[in-house]
């Protein structure tokens, strides 16, 4: 059994990007699972395939094996491999252990929190293999929670459900990151109960001192416990009133001073610039406006907003802290973006760092939708 694409989809795997979709599938199996993709006699690779899905086919490795089921398997003990030093020097910390296309693992993520493991699969050629998965999992946590109620998985006909897979999955693992420790709700909480990606931005915090920061977009107040270490008045911001008690919760865990407001962001923001305050330091870190190419335009000028009344509030000097994480506002727009915030607030700014995903969310250069989040550091003057 074998999966014939066209030359258009031929071009996509040769150049080594992972996905082909289904109109450039000219024929395949009927059930969904893991076969080769060929273009006419010529192998391309070995990947996930699901003949309903538009997101058809995504490749996982692109030379021959024996054994398509080890071959996939490889790819995790692989990804493993590369953080068990991170574990072993941070038992405590909060570390993904399989990014998905990114560790060449189409539909998988499993994070690492405090000992207990989570993960999410998306993909249905993953559903049948979980039992080896899990099995591979066990020497590096106490227990792994099936966090499998991501709407994607709808998309290939597979049912949403939280469960175990070994071990006793505690309501709420206690997580070190830095300087500070914060509580991840592991069956209830977003994604796979936190946001792993902004780990070693959020550390970046603890370096700075000042009287007055604001987290704009604070989740769980992530950013904002780090900078209630150096500053005297820390305010985090969030639509989400659940989310500002876990903010609460965290800032008691830490016996820390910082104050909650559940507010709209941008309404927010705007009484602030009336009422003429100011800040040392503005950390913004918004959900995805643009979930897909149709929502760019809208959330550009979303991006644009919300970081023009940022810049305004800072004083000369300030740092503004800024990221997005969706992957159709490229990072060349991203900058674009805050270059024309800059300009129409009439304020100069320096590029202090340019960053963006922690090492354990790496990016594949052939396959540009691994590189989403974009974080700068910048100096207002």
């Not at 538009?54 to 024996?66: G, H, I």
């Not at 493991?117 to 293999?129: I, K, M, N, P, S």
């Not at 973006?337 to 320096?350: C, G, K, N, V, W």
Request: charged share 25%.
């Amino acid at each position: 059994m074998r999966i014939l694409v066209n030359e258009r989809g031929a071009q996509r795997l040769l150049s080594r990007h992972l996905w082909v979709f289904r109109r450039d599938v000219l024929s395949g199996p009927e059930e969904p699972g893991l076969y080769p993709v060929y273009w006419g006699k010529r192998f391309l690779a070995l990947a996930l395939f699901h003949p309903e899905s538009d997101l058809s086919v995504r490749a996982y490795r692109f030379r021959p094996a024996k054994d398509l089921e080890e071959a996939l398997l490889e790819n995790l003990n692989r990804a493993l491999a590369r953080r068990l030093p991170a574990l072993e020097r941070e038992p405590e910390g909060g570390f993904r252990l399989a990014h998905a296309e990114g560790d060449f693992l189409p539909g998988l993520v499993v994070d690492y929190y405090a000992g207990h493991l989570v993960l999410q699969a998306t993909a249905h050629a993953w559903e049948g293999l979980l039992p080896q998965v899990a099995e591979g999992l066990k020497p590096l946590g106490q227990s792994l929670l099936a966090k499998n109620d991501a709407k994607a998985r709808e998309l290939e006909g597979l049912p949403l459900y939280v469960r175990p897979l070994f071990g006793q999955v505690p309501p709420a693992a206690t997580v070190k990151e830095g300087q500070i420790r914060y509580r991840v709700d592991l069956t209830g909480g977003q994604k796979t109960g936190a946001y792993l990606d902004q780990r070693d931005n959020r550390i970046l915090m603890e370096r700075f001192r000042g009287e007055r920061a604001l987290d704009v977009f604070s989740y769980a107040g992530g950013f904002g416990l780090h900078l209630a270490l150096g500053f005297q008045e820390v305010i985090s911001v969030d639509s989400s009133r659940e989310a500002l008690r876990q903010a609460e919760e965290n800032v008691r865990l830490n016996e820390l001073s910082l104050k909650t407001v559940e507010a709209n962001a941008f309404d927010y923001l705007r009484a602030l610039e009336k009422a003429g305050e100011r800040f040392d330091l503005i950390v913004l870190d918004p959900p995805a406006f643009a979930k897909g190419k149709k929502d760019r335009e809208r959330a550009y000028r979303a991006y644009k907003e919300v970081n023009l009344r940022a810049i305004k509030l800072l004083k000369e000097g300030g740092l503004l802290a800024t990221s997005s994480c969706s992957h159709h506002l490229t990072e060349p727009l991203f900058y674009q973006m805050l270059t024309e915030a800059a300009q129409d607030a009439h304020r100069s700014l320096r590029v202090v760092e340019k960053r963006g995903q922690g090492w354990d969310h790496p990016i594949l250069l052939n396959h540009p939708e691994t590189h989403y989040l974009k974080f700068a550091l910048l100096e207002v003057l």
